[in-house]
Antibody, heavy 112, light 106 residues
Framework: EVQLVESGGGLVQPGRSLKLSCAAS????????MAWVRQAPTKGLEWVAYISTGGGSTYYRDSVKGRFTISRDNAKSTLYLQMDSLRSEDTATYYC?????WGQGVMVTVSS | DIQMTQSPSFLSASVGDRVTINCKASQNINKYLDWYQQKLGEAPKLLIYNTNSLHTAIPSRFSGSGSGTDFTLTISSLQPEDVATYFCFQHNSGWTFGGGTKLELK
């Protein structure tokens, strides 16, 4: 059974950093592009970043470029999202996903 | 960037009704259009990929159609458990989600 388990969320002040992790199991992690998708409270889905199978190619939405870094450790079957210079508009539930399978999400709240 | 426009934003239907949700792309996305279902408080779930391929274990009452810029998700006979918000998603050129369609029971 495919499992994606996010961790690392929480309440953080504007301008600070947070690192999300996603532990994957039940499939060959290194064979899949992986992504982070977020959803602000009562809003729609918004892709944040995605990464190729080997990690050599990364893609970011404009609003997070230069602030967020997606990475992966295929040996540990783990996906990461380093979030720096956080803003109130980054407040959302962040999902780890292969697009076919999704984690349960982790909440990130940016507030003073 | 490709824009995805979903319609309607809100839909109220009765059990047994045939329901259609539309998604229009701002440019040709070939067949690269997926549909997701998100129930309240849950993560999204893939229903249909590449326009018309049913994902694993998805009931056959769900189907997808379209090509180019215009796509449709159809529920042939609405069931109570289908109450959810539905999102389209293009992955032909970059990635874009549609704004969502909230489906409720009448």
């Amino acid at each position: 059974e495919v499992q994606l388990v996010e961790s690392g969320g929480g309440l953080v002040q504007p301008g600070r950093s947070l690192k999300l992790s996603c532990a994957a199991s039940g499939f060959t992690f290194s064979n899949y592009y992986m992504a982070w998708v977020r959803q602000a409270p009562t809003k729609g889905l918004e892709w944040v970043a995605y990464i190729s199978t080997g990690g050599g190619s990364t893609y970011y939405r404009d609003s997070v470029k230069g602030r967020f870094t997606i990475s992966r450790d295929n040996a540990k079957s783990t996906l990461y999202l380093q979030m720096d210079s956080l803003r109130s508009e980054d407040t959302a539930t962040y999902y780890c996903t292969t697009l076919r399978s999704w984690g349960q999400g982790v909440m990130v709240t940016v507030s003073s | 960037d490709i824009q995805m426009t979903q319609s309607p934003s809100f839909l109220s239907a009765s059990v047994g009704d045939r329901v259609t949700i539309n998604c229009k792309a701002s440019q040709n996305i070939n067949k690269y259009l997926d549909w997701y279902q998100q129930k309240l408080g849950e993560a999204p779930k893939l229903l249909i990929y590449n326009t018309n391929s049913l994902h694993t274990a998805i009931p056959s009452r769900f189907s997808g159609s379209g090509s180019g810029t215009d796509f449709t998700l159809t529920i042939s006979s609405l069931q109570p458990e289908d109450v959810a918000t539905y999102f389209c998603f293009q992955h032909n050129s970059g990635w874009t989600f549609g704004g969502g369609t909230k489906l409720e029971l009448k």
